[in-house]
Structure formats: C-alpha cells, structure tokens
C-alpha cells in the first residue's frame, strides 16, 4: 500500500489549496478514505472522510463549510478542497486508510500547508 500527497504550500489567509492523494498496491475503491492533520506542537486530528463510494462523507466542525472531501476511484486518487483558509489550518495533512481483513492502517507521507499574512 503506498500513499502519496500533494498540494500543500503556504498561501495567505482566505486562499485555497486543493490537496490530491494517490494511491496504489490495494483496491483503492473498497475503502474509505480519510484526511488527517497535525498542528505545530499538536495532536494529529481527523480533518475529514469519505467512504469508498464517494456518497457519504464528514468534516470535523473547525473545517466545515469551508473543506470538501472527494475522490475518483477511476483514478485511484483522493482530494481535499480547502477553501477560506486560517492560519489555524497550518499543518501536516496525511491521507489514511485502513486496509485489509485485519484492518491495518495506512499513512502517507504528509504535505505542509502553511497559511500566513
């Protein structure tokens, strides 16, 4: 299983960033996908998820309205809209899956999203 962000950058508050996952060495369309953030000196949290049709999908509450989760399974790829951003949105994003009988969790690499004035 191998995960590959992209996308991230620094940017100003209010900009946007769309954020891409892709993914390879499974059957990427059987699963749900999520997107996970960390901080500066924080926790990883869960920014938001999908499941493997596309159809259902939930935002934590600081990126609702202003985040959109999707994905293509033609193209084994996932992504992130952000749009609005705040400086409190500078993090690490991952993409994760959990994969398999056995449920084994998969991380990507992460991709740095820095917003600032």
């Known amino acids: 299983v191998q995960l590959v962000e992209s996308g991230g950058g620094s940017v100003q508050p209010g900009d946007s960033l769309r954020l891409s996952c892709g993914a390879s060495?499974?059957?990427?369309?059987?699963?749900?996908l999520a997107w996970f953030r960390q901080p500066p000196g924080k926790e990883r949290e869960l920014v938001a998820r999908?499941?493997?049709?596309?159809?259902?999908?939930s935002y934590a509450e600081a990126v609702k309205g202003r985040f959109t989760i999707s994905r293509d399974n033609s193209k084994n790829a996932g992504f992130l809209q952000m749009n609005s951003l705040k400086p409190e949105d500078t993090a690490v994003y991952y993409c994760?899956?959990?994969?398999?009988?056995?449920?084994?969790?998969?991380w990507g690499q992460g991709t740095q999203v820095t917003v600032s004035s």
């Open positions: 999908i499941d493997s049709s596309g159809r259902d999908k």
């Open positions: 060495g499974f059957t990427f369309r059987l699963y749900s």
């Open positions: 994760f899956v959990r994969v398999g009988v056995v449920a084994k969790d998969h």
